[in-house]
């Protein structure tokens, strides 16, 4: 049996992967996009087709209609869409190991994009494991794909632009939100306007956001800024939310309790490739090494997208285009010229979509407290329950880098691998030991990025080919 | 904790510990139960501590349950067929 | 560049560098660690945890027994970290018989090992094989065990060796690498950070140490290999011994976590320069099937995780343990071939005897370095 071949293998179907297979395939090379989701759209423009076909996009925004756009421009191409494929590996020789509808199979491309996107940051606070708490981003998911609002009172606790538009979503949606507790400091405000003038280049963005703060308040949902200390608690499910604000602290019930300190690169199955990795200070998280075009430290691999950096879906599309024609390019589709000038009006819109991005970043650097717990019994690693207090006395038994730390407590090998702590230790590491997170670095991650059930191993399709035999014996 | 904002044109059921849920299809088995009004999806490995959805998209794990006798499916990324049987993870062995 | 003198210099912070490190603290040296990347990195830390005395190569018997002595005391040999090892002993190695042939050959190898004094190595009947494995297959039909042997978990245990080590007065120096090596009066050690002076140098380098050993013009065995593990998520507990097949490749233990840990001969692609092991699904396969066969509860596992670890293989698979050929007071202890996790409570201890006190208290000559030269050139 032969094996799968193709040109060009782009993991995700967000605006970057979206783009970049259009771009890709226009060009003339054989194109796969393995996207996890049943649609094309990712995260931001999730379930957007059927959103489209129901006539439904106005309830989400305007703004939407380009991922409609998008997936449109992704059906008509040549690329071949492969959905419900979750991809388990790729390789640095350009092998993909995935499992779609018809079971788990071998992929084997020249060339890699990975546009894995963004995840929300985790916010470990006391009493964030709880059934009722979620993600914002989680909640607008649910409402996004299948439709469904909280029936019970909501309080969406955080910072950054989404907390604003999804409190707005639910309650045009009919939910109630209990209150709104923004967790940015009014200090943070003051340093953040420095930025201010090359972000009103951007325009019509940061007049959107304005708006949004305008358009809660003119709702009436209740507002609380420069909250700290956030506690959620509840026996079984969250049942309220504690916090601190105006020198006081207060608590108020909650049925649902929604938390998000913006969000970070998916870096999973780069860290899984050995892509170089950097600390980006001014966004406070890793993200893969890449250059202009999304090329990686490993030949075959390139990443597009938030998963390279949070620069947002607009930005991505461009990044997505410069990862595809960068890609022609070095298979020999187009010659260096022609990449460059079609290259010319993607830099361009991507350096408009950049001016935002520092008044974004520190308007909304996450609160200091999720970034660094300091309850001792707060859990960092949800899947091994490991606390601050157990990370601590590893770190002092030498668990110095985070590879360590998790021999000693487990912290990072349950099934999520490090997604839900990997910063957190990283932090704890860097505060205990007195270093920087760039001297801590990450946990190496270990294929499969996601689980496989053993039988679905045992039916896995592709041969070996031209792999290096494993063994020497010279 | 939560509710539809309109009823599915079309559906499929599912059976979650035996009892039947009505689901929408091509959606998610987290959102079917989510919205069925399961609060719990598993127990947590170490202390048997109850767990649900956190972030919907597959990067907490904390929606794992049975599905079709498979352990640890992951019920965000797993899309409902009719006569799916899901098991909510009980306590596991702990160290 | 700093100067450091010390007594001995061990090249290689595995198990077996650490141990050896540890055992000549005991005896009153001072030695240095150097290790090119961290403590247990490689095969060390991601074997897969098997303390096993069952179907040894006959040379290393005499050293497993005497290795399973310290493992069933190990608060003796690491005192406070012992616990931290996660050993189970007396769990029982059994190696499954599914034909008629695999128990014949079982049987062949019984009678090979009884003939030459040792009866550790126990036949079992069909009915004693499903006492002993539960949840085995129906179609297996008895098996071959070893009662005392048992199971660690590899990473904890080259942490605990690594505590202990420290405690009893070794200095590791990680992330450092052996650039030269000078010998006058005193072994100088060139790294990628400083120079170390001592009189004794040990390379424990693993899948490296041929390339220390040509540093002073050794010509040693350059094979390796990288075994590939998979470990499952948390199942209810069903296996208590460590399980490995006879006639497929396959090695299988549950962990007191629930997760169960396959390997045995499992394939990754290896790469000593870039110093990485990777996994390859298409080889893994094979292994899932043979688990599913062997273990029909193994149906409902799900693989959470592979990793591969980077190993010296030599050609009698048997590793290399004694004085160097070329240079004056240094020793070598590596090339375990896939099976030096539990010797590597004895190995240290036996090589620090034979460098101190100038005799092992064990047979050691199986092991020469010069062994494959005298092959090459006729002799001995």
């Known amino acids: 049996m032969s094996n799968e071949h193709h040109d060009l293998a782009i993991v995700g179907a967000g605006p970057a992967g979206m783009a970049a297979a259009v771009t890709a395939a226009e060009l003339g090379l054989d194109t796969v996009v393995l996207d996890e989701q049943q649609a094309p759209g990712g995260q931001i423009y999730r379930n957007i087709e059927a959103l489209e076909r129901g006539g439904h996009i106005e309830k989400l925004g305007d703004d939407y209609r380009r991922g409609a756009e998008l997936a449109g421009a992704l059906r008509a191409s040549t690329a071949t869409y492969c959905p419900g494929s979750v991809v388990w590996q790729t390789s640095p020789d350009g092998r993909i190991g995935l499992t779609g509808p018809d079971g788990a199979r071998m992929v084997h491309a020249r060339r890699i994009l990975l546009a894995t996107g963004a995840m929300e940051r985790p916010v470990p606070i006391p009493g964030w494991t709880l059934p009722g708490v979620m993600g914002v981003g989680a909640a607008q998911t649910l409402f996004k794909a299948s439709d469904i609002v909280p029936n019970v009172p909501v309080v969406i606790a955080g910072s950054g632009p989404l907390i604003y538009l999804v409190a707005l979503q639910l309650a045009r949606a009919g939910c109630t939100i209990a209150a709104l507790l923004v967790t940015t400091p009014a200090s943070r405000i003051a340093s953040a306007l420095k930025e201010l003038p090359r972000a009103l280049l951007a325009g019509r963005n940061l007049l959107k956001g304005v708006g949004w703060v305008q358009e809660v308040r003119r709702l009436g949902i209740p507002l609380a800024n420069g909250v700290s200390g956030l506690r959620i608690d509840g026996k079984d499910r969250a049942e309220g939310i504690s916090y601190e604000a105006d020198g006081s602290r207060h608590r108020l019930a909650a049925g649902l309790v929604l938390l998000h300190e913006g969000v970070i690169p998916d870096n999973q199955l780069s860290l899984s490739t050995r892509c170089q990795q950097i600390w980006d200070a001014a966004q406070l998280c890793w993200r893969p090494a890449t250059d202009e075009w999304g090329a990686t430290s490993e030949e075959r691999i390139a990443i597009a997208g938030d998963g390279a950096g949070i620069l947002g879906a607009l930005a991505a599309e461009n990044l997505g285009r410069l990862a595809a024609l960068d890609t022609a390019f070095r298979l020999d589709c187009i010659d260096q010229a022609e990449r460059d000038r079609r290259a010319r009006p993607e830099r361009a819109a991507l350096a408009r979509h950049k001016r935002i991005r520092p008044l974004l970043d520190r308007l909304f650097q996450p609160a200091a407290e999720s970034l660094l717990p300091t309850d001792p019994d707060t859990i960092i690693c949800r899947c091994e329950e490991v606390t601050v207090a157990q990370m601590r006395e590893a770190v002092h038994l030498g668990g110095e880098d985070p590879n360590r730390a998790k021999i000693f407590t487990r912290c990072g090998m349950g099934p999520c691998q490090g997604r839900m702590c990997g910063p957190t230790v990283a932090s704890l590491i860097a505060h205990e030991t007195g270093r920087t997170m760039a001297a801590v670095g990450t946990y190496r991650i270990r294929v499969p990025v996601r689980p496989i059930p053993l039988m679905t191993l045992a039916g896995l399709i592709g041969e070996e080919e031209g792999l290096p035999p494993g063994e020497s014996t010279l | 904790m939560f509710r539809r904002s309109h009823t599915p044109s079309a559906g499929v059921v599912i059976y979650v510990d035996g009892k039947p849920v009505h689901a929408a299809a091509e959606e998610s088995v987290a959102a079917a139960m989510l919205v069925a009004g399961f609060t719990s999806f598993r127990a947590s490995a170490v202390s048997a501590a109850p767990r649900a959805p956190h972030c919907m998209i597959g990067n907490c794990f904390e929606c794992l349950v049975e599905i079709n006798g498979q352990p640890d499916r992951q019920a965000c990324l797993t899309i409902v067929s009719d006569g799916m049987h899901v098991r909510r993870q009980a306590e596991e062995p702990g160290p | ?380």
């Open chain 3, 1 to 380: 560049m700093s100067i450091t003198d010390t007594d001995a210099i061990v090249i290689g912070g595995g198990l077996h560098g650490t141990s050896t490190a540890m055992h000549l603290a005991l005896k009153g040296m001072r030695p240095i660690v150097i290790e090119k990347n961290s403590v247990g990195r490689h095969a060390s830390g991601v074997n897969a945890g098997g303390v096993r005395q069952l179907l040894r190569d006959p040379a290393e018997i005499p050293l497993s027994m005497a290795a399973m002595d310290r493992w069933l005391d190990l608060e003796s040999l690491l005192g406070r970290y012992a616990a931290m090892c996660e050993f189970v002993g007396h769990i029982g190695q059994v190696a499954v018989a599914e034909t008629e042939a695999d128990m014949r050959k079982l049987e062949a190898r019984a009678a090979e090992i009884r003939a030459l004094g040792w009866n550790h190595e126990e036949l079992v009947d069909r009915q004693e094989l499903r006492r002993l494995l539960p949840a085995v297959a129906d179609h297996c039909i008895g098996g071959l065990v070893s009662r005392r042997d048992g199971q660690a978990t590899p990473y904890l245990t080259s942490q605990a060796f690594r505590l202990r080590a420290i405690e009893l007065g070794v200095r590791f120096v990680e992330g450092v690498r052996v650039t030269g090596l000078e010998h006058g009066t005193r072994w100088r050690v060139l790294t990628t950070d400083s120079i170390f002076t001592s009189e004794i140098l040990i390379n424990c380098g693993g899948a490296w140490a041929w390339q220390t050993a040509s540093l002073v013009g050794e010509t040693l065995p350059r094979g390796y290999f990288a075994a590939t593990m998979m470990v499952t998520g948390r199942m209810p507990s069903f296996v208590d011994p460590v399980v490995i097949g006879t006639g497929r490749q396959l090695s299988f233990k549950q962990t007191s976590t629930g997760t169960v840990v396959i390997g045995g001969g499992i394939l990754g692609i290896a790469d000593l320069t870039k110093e990485t092991a990777d996994p390859v699904a298409e080889r893994m396969r094979v292994s899932a099937e043979t688990c599913s066969i062997l273990f029909p509860i193994m149906r409902r596992a799900t693989i959470v995780r592979a990793w591969a670890g980077l190993e010296a293989r030599m050609p009698d698979q048997i590793p290399v343990i004694g004085p160097s050929q070329t240079a004056p007071n240094m020793w070598h202890a590596f090339g375990f071939s896939g099976h030096g996790f539990q010797l590597s409570t004895i190995v240290g201890s036996l090589l620090a005897d034979l460098i101190v006190d100038g005799r092992s208290p064990l047979p050691l000559d199986a092991f020469r370095p010069s062994r494959f030269s005298e092959a090459i050139s006729g002799v001995g």
